[in-house]
């Protein structure tokens, strides 16, 4: 069992960067992945990026990579997401998520799940 919990999102302006944060505490000890997934109204939620246990390993979305980056602070517990050069179709709500095992990219395939945080980009 993973408690995920999301900080950082706001109003910024387009061009402005933003750094989200996720903390996590973990139940039962493991290796975790941990994934940054959005979800824009009316829209599906889709992956952003993840991260291993160890923060050594990363992966992005094709779109996002050289814009975003994912970081693991292992002795905070935490994962950040710092999101650059932001434009309104980035605007949408963040999920934190986490699993032992699957595919980084799938949303399915992640067990635990923040509650979210809004992100909003004016143009």
């Known amino acids: 069992q993973v408690d995920l919990v999301e900080s950082g999102g706001g109003l910024v302006q387009a061009g402005d960067s933003l750094r989200l944060s996720c903390a996590a505490s973990a139940r039962t000890p493991g290796t975790y992945i941990t994934g940054w997934f959005r979800q824009a109204p009316g829209k599906t939620r889709t992956f952003v990026s993840a991260?291993?246990?160890?923060?050594?390993?990363?992966e992005y979305a094709d779109s996002l990579r050289g814009r975003f980056t994912i970081s693991k602070d292992s002795a905070k517990n935490t994962v950040d997401l710092q999101m650059n050069n932001l434009t309104p179709e980035d605007t949408a709500v963040y999920y934190c998520a986490a699993t032992e095992v699957g595919t980084w990219s799938q949303a399915s395939d992640y067990r635990y799940w923040g509650q979210g945080t809004q992100v909003t980009v004016s143009s």
């Open positions: 991260i291993d246990w160890n923060g050594e390993i990363t």
